[in-house]
């Protein structure tokens, strides 16, 4: 292929990503939520990693984070870490609704 078709094709999808996908982080269904936010994150990362505007992406990349719940991000965690997390909801909800002096004690040890 020519270098200009290479070229007008990476520069279509630089607009695309840049452009268009933002826009769907805005929608309120997990499942393009989630694609919109990997998408934008990797290609936040490949322009981290060439060196250009590094500050810039790594903000870019903090509201993209928000589109991942709880049941998309938990398989990025080892086993014993969701444990010690489920453990520490439980805890949390157990002493919700108890009196203040015993939200005390669980805060001092």
Not at 2 to 8: D, G, L, M, N, S
């Amino acid at each position: 292929k020519q270098w200009y078709q290479r070229r007008v094709r990476g520069t279509a999808g630089n607009h695309v990503i840049e452009l268009l996908l933002p826009w769907l982080l805005l929608i309120p269904h997990r499942a393009v939520a989630a694609f919109a936010g990997t998408a934008q994150i990797v290609f936040q990362i490949a322009i981290i990693m060439s060196g250009n505007f590094s500050f810039l992406n790594w903000l870019t990349i903090l509201p993209a984070i928000f589109c991942f719940d709880d049941g998309y991000t938990c398989r990025l965690f080892s086993a014993t870490t969701r444990h010690y997390a489920h453990v520490a909801d439980k805890l949390s909800q157990k002493y919700r609704t108890k009196p203040a002096r015993y939200k005390r004690a669980l805060l001092n040890g």
